[in-house]
């Protein structure tokens, strides 16, 4: 059953590749959405100052 969901899983993003989405960034809006508001404002502002302190716009 898990190897079944993982292949489901595995096409839905093939799926949505062929019509132009990146896996790799939906990923990581799932992963976003699954986090309390709070932590990932948080985690942005992390992300924003360490990206200031290393010269990333």
């Known amino acids: 059953e898990k190897k079944a969901l993982a292949d489901d899983i595995k096409d839905i993003y093939a799926e949505a590749k062929g019509v132009g989405f990146d896996p790799k960034i939906m990923r990581k809006v799932l992963r976003l959405q699954k986090m309390e508001t709070e932590k990932r404002r948080e985690e942005e502002e992390l992300l924003d100052l360490y ?6 716009d």
């Open 51 to 56: 990206k200031a302190a290393v010269g990333i």
